[in-house]
C-alpha cells in the first residue's frame, strides 16, 4: 500500500491549490489530510469515508476547503480555496480501514507535499 501526495506550491494569500493524493494497492474505509506547519504538532484538516457519505473538516476550514475522491482510480483530493498565510504547512495524506475521521491512528501515510502561501 501507497499514498503519494503531490500539488504543493508557492501560492499567493487568496490563491487555490489542488491536493493530490494517489492510493494503490488496495480500497480504503476512509481517508483524510492533515497538515504540519512548521514548529507545531500535525493537526487534522479534512476526513471523507472511502464513498463519500461521511465527510469531517476542521473548524478552521470554514468552508474554504473541499476533500473528495476520484473514483476511477483512487486518487484523492483536497481542494483548497481562499488561501492564507497561516495555511503553510507540509500537507500528508491518510487512509485507515475504518471511519475515525479525526483519530491520528492511520495505517497508512502519504510522504507530504509542502504548501507555501506569502501575504
Known amino acids: 500500500v501507497q499514498l503519494q501526495a503531490s500539488g504543493g506550491g508557492l501560492v499567493q494569500a487568496g490563491g487555490s491549490l489542488r491536493l493530490s493524493c494517489v492510493a494503490s494497492?488496495?480500497?480504503?474505509?476512509?481517508y483524510a489530510w492533515f497538515r504540519q506547519a512548521p514548529g507545531k504538532e500535525r493537526e487534522f484538516v479534512a476526513a471523507?469515508?472511502?464513498?463519500?457519505?461521511?465527510?469531517d473538516y476542521a473548524d478552521f476550514v470554514n468552508g474554504r476547503f473541499t476533500i473528495s475522491r476520484d473514483n476511477r482510480d483512487n486518487t484523492m483530493y483536497l481542494r483548497m480555496n481562499s488561501l492564507k498565510p497561516e495555511d503553510t504547512a507540509v500537507y500528508y495524506c491518510?487512509?485507515?480501514?475504518?471511519?475515525?475521521?479525526?483519530?491520528?491512528?492511520?495505517?497508512?501515510w502519504g510522504q507530504g507535499t509542502l504548501v507555501t502561501v506569502s501575504s
Open positions: 491518510a487512509a485507515r480501514a475504518t471511519w475515525a475521521p479525526r483519530s491520528y491512528s492511520y495505517s497508512y
Open positions: 494497492g488496495r480500497p480504503f474505509g476512509a
Open positions: 471523507s469515508s472511502w464513498r463519500g457519505e461521511k465527510k
